[in-house]
């Protein structure tokens, strides 16, 4: 048995073989699987609000434990940004597989993500706007 710190490390659920492991928490990575990873943020800057993220290989389920945060869709056309959905504690939101997303915090955050992470891109908001903290 393995105790493990879920804000200190992210779980990954293997594709194949029923295995799981304990490793480090990215947004981007080539390991194959499902990663769980919590985290508590107090910022939009730890939180990285000021980039956009899209997984590719999977939806994203994203769970509010305390606090809140709001998901911003980008449009589908990708000029623009859809009405954000605010989370509340036990609220959670599933990301579309491919669809480009940012989270913004309302304060102190305790947030879960379950999705997988290979081939994930990042980019930066074009206008700079959405750091606070």
Do not use: K, N
């Amino acid at each position: 048995m393995t105790y493990v710190d879920l804000f200190q490390s992210a779980v990954r659920l293997a594709e194949v073989g029923g295995r799981i492991e304990v490793g480090e928490r990215r947004m981007v990575g080539d390991a194959p699987g499902w990663q769980v990873a919590v985290f508590r943020v107090e910022t939009d800057a730890e939180l990285h609000a000021d980039l956009w993220e899209m997984h590719p290989s999977s939806d994203e389920v994203v769970c509010v434990w305390s606090g809140g945060l709001r998901i911003v869709l980008r449009d589908a056309v990708g000029d623009g940004e859809g009405p954000p959905v605010a989370l509340g504690p036990g609220g959670a939101f599933v990301v579309p597989r491919g669809r480009w997303h940012r989270l913004e915090a309302d304060g102190p955050v305790e947030v879960m993500s379950i999705g997988v992470r290979t081939g994930t891109h990042l980019e930066p908001r074009a206008d700079g706007v959405g750091v606070r903290g």
